[in-house]
């Protein structure tokens, strides 16, 4: 069997996504995956401004990460 692997850069993402939804759900799930979408949203927003390049897929991937821990929470 062949297991897919991330790129370092989308794994990235995704660990931060998570980490930011494990922060601000400790108000509420919906809270924190709302807040791994804004944040993921900012980012690419700030890459947009000249500071780095803009992927959807990192944004997916950030967003990932918050909906991973969002589905987590109510296993």
């Known amino acids: 069997m062949n297991i897919p692997q991330l790129p370092?850069?989308?794994a990235g993402h995704l660990i931060?996504?998570?980490v930011v939804f494990c922060i601000f759900g400790l108000f509420s799930p919906i809270?924190?995956?709302c807040a791994a979408v804004v944040v993921g949203a900012a980012k690419e927003y700030w890459d947009s401004k000249?500071?780095?390049n803009v992927e959807f897929l990192d944004f997916l991937a950030t967003a990932g990460g918050g909906a991973i821990g969002?589905?987590?929470t109510f296993l």
Do not use: E, S, V
């Open 8 to 10: 370092p850069d989308k």
């Open 16 to 18: 931060a996504g998570l």
């Open 31 to 33: 809270i924190g995956l």
């Open 50 to 52: 000249g500071h780095g």
């Open 70 to 72: 969002f589905y987590c």
